[in-house]
């Protein structure tokens, strides 16, 4: 599906005033560095609803105080604003897109594959908990190790394709911002390769990266890098420890740290 070009917005900050709220259009509050909600941002793009659903873009670290009140009362992005309410989480919002939108579909229609599906959205959290709990201590190779060993081994599980599911899906959906921030970070900092003797999961990485629903919400991997050296050098230490602390914000994005150590899955 080619690309639609699309004038991103500008993130909505404390001094920003709301937009008219609930008169009819829906919206789908983001933030772009966010990887819960590339989730849905990604989408939204692959079922063509860019003229159908309005980004809003929220800056996580000034965050408006209308959207707490007015919008979301979690406080959260992602959120979906349609039909006078406004629903969140990710997964959810991933499917509820797909079953009240038109456009291609990311579910499977075979029973089987919407099974495997339910399994992999379901280790997900382990994925993300593993790799999280690696990178605040802990034998980080051996960990993230065995989990990316998992998911080359559900890559092999069928054949009709590149992808978990063969082809593209919502699998792909809910994995493909977290490998992103992972493949970044283990290699700027751990010089450690996640596709190294995993060639499906480079073969994923490579097809993945060729969906221009998910190559327009990509982060700048220069930038983040740089990003992540620039703040370790200059505004907190240099330590070891501080700088996998930091790596760990970015991941999950910088302002999100408080909500995962409260188990919350989204920002």
């Known amino acids: 599906m080619a690309a639609v070009v699309e ?49 809003v873009a929220i800056d996580l670290q000034d965050r408006p105080a209308w959207y707490k009140e007015k919008v979301y009362p979690q406080n959260k992005v992602p959120s979906l604003e349609h039909e006078n309410k406004v ?88 994995y493909a911002p977290f490998i992103e921030r992972f493949q970044l970070v283990l290699a700027d900092f751990f010089n450690y390769d996640i596709t190294e003797g995993r060639p499906k999961l480079a073969a994923w990485i490579e097809e993945i990266n060729k969906i221009a629903a998910y190559k327009v919400t990509r982060q700048d991997p220069k930038g983040l890098v740089d990003y992540f050296r620039k703040r370790t050098l200059g505004t907190i230490s240099g330590s070891e420890a501080a700088y ?11 302002n999100s740290l408080y909500d995962l150590k409260r188990a919350d899955k989204e920002h």
């Not at 996998?244 to 910088?254: A, I, Q």
């Open 7 to 55: 004038h991103l917005p500008p993130a909505l900050t404390a001094s920003s005033e709301p937009p008219p709220l609930f008169d009819g259009t829906t919206r789908l509050y983001i933030s772009y560095a966010c990887p819960y909600a590339q989730r849905v941002w990604i989408t939204r793009n692959y079922k063509g609803l860019q003229d159908k659903i309005k980004l």
């Open 244 to 254: 996998v602390e930091f790596c760990t914000e970015v991941l999950y994005n910088d």
């Open 87 to 174: 629903i969140g989480e990710s997964l959810d919002l991933v499917k509820y897109l797909d079953a009240h939108f038109e456009g291609p579909s990311v579910t499977p229609e075979d029973a089987a594959k919407k099974e495997f599906a339910e399994e992999l959205l379901a280790y997900t959290d382990k994925v993300n908990g593993t790799i999280y709990g690696a990178l605040k201590g802990g034998d980080v190779v051996k960990a993230v190790g065995e989990v990316f060993d998992q998911l080359e081994t559900a890559l092999g599980k069928l054949e009709d394709g590149p992808f978990f599911l063969g082809q593209f899906s919502l699998v792909d959906i809910a």
